[in-house]
């Protein structure tokens, strides 16, 4: 087994990277340098002396993240804008960062011959063959499968797929650099990832995060739960910690199985309808959380137009195949839905009840 000593971290600061670097620094066998614009979230291991943090942007032009990278055994790259009210808001500076800052990265790992795993997204498999032939989801389910699903993007206008785009892009200069430089990469793909240190409650800071925060916003501030287009797009939704497991096991890359692959990483049976997941969160608020005077959410259906603006077009329904992590990884997700939904929860309502004093 191939284990990397020194590990760099970049956007280790966001929701997976402060996770995964929890994680990384209680196992105890990597030295860790995470790098990211901000550290709230890492705050709980700031003072840890196997920890370096730095607070950098990737996209300032100076020799010294290349430096960091000839440094260091294996590069971790999640930073993006991952949130698909930027998609539609902010669509250049999503390719920009997601592409551009991040073939950087890329072309580093090539120069110095440094193994890299690239945080790609499910969204690049894009819309289903149900929702290309008009049909809803459940006539046609199709699970996505890495090395022979078609990825399948919607019209240019809708610049919702810039994201998607610029990920698959992405994916097709690391796979060419494997083939004609011998580049060492592993990419992943996450099906919807949630747990504890999540986005940001939208009552707490300005913004348009994914969607447990303005669930979870409404159980706890009595905002409208709003069903865009009727929630009836469906999400599989996996557990943060069974979602690092599996990026620890591909960072071992045992028998250097990972070399040059693509690794979906999800829960297939953690499916629900986005409506399904409102009603979900709402019941284990009331059975587990609520407590006198805690607001009642009223559930309300809004336009997609409506919510994030034009150019908006929503993938319909995303199956993970995960046979190849189970297969090559050993790796399964041990929790289920309303564990999943439990333990998010749980850490918002903490939260937000020690604030409140
Ligand atoms: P996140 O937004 O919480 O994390 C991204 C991090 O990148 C943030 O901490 C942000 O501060 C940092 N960042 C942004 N611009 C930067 C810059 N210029 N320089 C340095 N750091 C910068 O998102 P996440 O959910 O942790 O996702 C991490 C990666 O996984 C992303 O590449 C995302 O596209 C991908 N992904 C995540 C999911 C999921 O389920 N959470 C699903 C699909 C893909
Ligand atoms: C997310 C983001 O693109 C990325 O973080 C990532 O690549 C990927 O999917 C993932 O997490 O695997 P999406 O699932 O569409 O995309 O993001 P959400 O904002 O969580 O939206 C999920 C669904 O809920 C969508 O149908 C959306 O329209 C709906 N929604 C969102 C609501 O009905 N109400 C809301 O308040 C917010």
Redesign the pocket.
């Known amino acids: 087994m191939s284990t990397p000593t020194k590990i760099l971290i970049?956007?280790?600061?966001?929701?997976?990277?402060a996770n995964l670097t929890s994680r990384l620094l209680r196992e105890g066998r990597h030295e860790v340098t995470a790098?990211?614009?901000?550290n709230d979230?890492l705050a709980g291991d700031l003072g840890d002396s196997r920890l370096t943090f730095l607070q950098?942007?990737?996209?300032v032009r100076d020799e010294s993240l290349e430096a960091l990278v000839q440094d260091h055994d294996l590069v971790i790259?999640?930073?993006?804008?991952?949130?698909p009210s930027l998609y539609i808001s902010r669509p250049l500076d999503v390719f920009h960062?997601?592409f551009t800052?991040n073939l950087r990265i890329v072309d580093y790992c090539v120069r110095h011959r440094k193994r890299i795993i690239q945080?790609?997204?499910?969204?690049v498999y894009g819309r289903t063959i149900a929702g290309v032939l008009g049909k809803p989801p459940e006539e046609l389910p199709f699970p996505f499968e890495e090395d022979s699903s078609p990825l399948i993007m919607g019209p240019v206008k809708n610049h919702r797929w810039i994201y998607a785009c610029a990920?698959q892009l992405l994916e097709r200069v690391l796979h060419a650099h494997g083939l004609e430089n011998g580049l060492n990469y592993t990419i992943i793909?996450?099906?919807?990832?949630?747990g504890p240190r999540?986005?940001y409650l939208p009552s707490e800071k300005a913004g348009n995060p994914r969607v447990f925060s303005h669930f979870m916003n409404a159980l706890l501030y009595g905002t409208p739960m709003k069903l865009v287009d009727g929630g009836r797009n469906y999400r599989a939704y996996?557990h943060i910690d069974d979602a690092v497991e599996g990026i620890v096991r591909i960072i071992d890359n045992p028998g250097n199985t990972c070399d040059r692959e693509i690794f979906n990483l999800g829960t297939p049976e953690n499916e629900t309808t986005i409506r399904g997941l409102a009603e979900r969160m709402i019941s284990l608020f009331d059975e587990h959380f609520r407590i006198p005077g805690d607001p009642v959410p009223e559930i309300i259906e809004v336009s997609s137009e409506e919510f994030y603006g034009s150019g908006y077009e929503d993938c319909d329904r995303r199956i993970p195949d995960v046979s190849k992590a189970r297969k090559l990884l050993g790796w399964t997700s041990t929790h289920d839905l309303d564990s999943v939904l439990y333990h998010t929860m749980e850490y918002f309502v903490e939260r937000h009840r020690s604030q409140a004093g």
């Open positions: 970049l956007g280790a600061g966001g929701f997976i990277g790098l990211d614009i901000e979230k950098r942007d990737i996209s790259d999640l930073v993006a804008m991952a949130n960062l997601n800052e945080f790609s997204t499910c969204e990920k793909r996450p099906f919807n990832f949630i999540i986005d996996t």
